[in-house]
């Protein structure tokens, strides 16, 4: 999944950063309103992790104008939004909810607490538990842990947000500039094979028979038997 950070404070915006990045998420950072706009019309974001007060603006407004439309974000859809800030009166975490962010957390805060919090949030776009599995397939996104058939796979942080992309979505074609949007983050090149690359690597931990197609000119398709199992 793919993240923007919108925080002024680039010390924090950096620390919160890093430890997503950690948690296997592609994250992008962003300082001002002007920049997080740029950002969104221009690559695709799962989530916003947005302070309220920035430099160039209020924070509330840019997530106002994310949910109703009148700023027109890459693929056209809209991302999920999580307020992070300082102002922590009941009335601003109404009015934060209000403007259509999907949560609110207000700083200083556990660090736990917030890879909590994106977690469900993300949850809640795709309608998935923690525990994701397709076919033999079994993947614990809060553990880190995935097999397949009851035998451990140990995949990069990469793959296994790859694996976790491919399984939500699983009997979608996804093309190659899909994943690269929403796996990777800005630093990517769109001109490596790094998708194929991390495939391959993937395909073969992954064992037989295949369960990731190539679909000739279109992209690669996790198969299904079955809708992904939701467990609780």
Same mark, same amino acid.
């Given at each position: *999944?793919?993240? $923007? ?14 430890? /997503?990045?950690?948690?296997? =998420? ?6 001002? $309103? ?6 969104? @019309? &221009?690559? %695709? =974001? ?7 007060? *920035? !430099? ?8 106002? &104008? $994310? @949910? ?7 693929? +056209?859809?809209? !991302?999920?939004?999580? *307020? ?11 009015? %934060?909810?209000?403007? %259509?962010?999907?949560? =609110? ?31 033999? /397939? ?19 942080? +990469?793959?296994? &947000?790859?694996?976790? =992309? /491919? ?29 194929? *690359?991390?495939?391959?690597? /993937?395909?073969? +931990? ?12 279109? %992209? ?7 809708? !992904?199992?939701?467990?609780?």
């Amino acid at each position: *999944m793919r993240l $923007l950070v919108v925080e002024d404070e680039a010390d924090l915006a950096n620390a919160i950063a890093r430890g /997503l990045r950690r948690s296997r =998420y592609a994250v992008d950072v962003a300082h001002t $309103l002007e920049d997080a706009s740029l950002r969104l @019309v &221009s690559a %695709g =974001y799962d989530l916003v992790i947005l302070d309220w007060n *920035m !430099p160039d603006g209020q924070g509330v407004d840019l997530c106002r &104008s $994310l @949910v109703d439309g009148s700023l027109v974000t890459f693929e +056209k859809r809209t !991302p999920r939004v999580l *307020m992070l800030t300082a102002r922590d009166a009941v009335e601003d975490r109404v009015g %934060g909810l209000d403007a %259509g962010a999907d949560d =609110y957390l207000v700083k200083p805060f556990a660090f736990a607490e917030l890879q909590a919090r994106v977690r469900a949030v993300l949850r809640r776009e795709e309608d998935t538990s923690p525990i994701l599995e397709v076919r033999d /397939l079994r993947l614990d996104t809060a553990r880190f842990e995935a097999s397949r058939a009851g035998r451990p796979l140990r995949l990069t942080a +990469k793959e296994f &947000s790859l694996l976790e =992309y /491919l399984m939500i979505r699983a009997g979608q074609v996804l093309s190659q500039e899909t994943l690269l949007e929403h796996v990777w983050d800005e630093a990517a090149d769109p001109f490596t094979n790094t998708v194929r *690359m991390t495939l391959s690597n /993937l395909r073969k +931990k992954l064992g037989d028979p295949p369960v990731i197609n190539t679909v000739p000119g279109r %992209g690669y398709v996790l198969s299904e038997d079955h809708h !992904p199992v939701r467990s609780p």
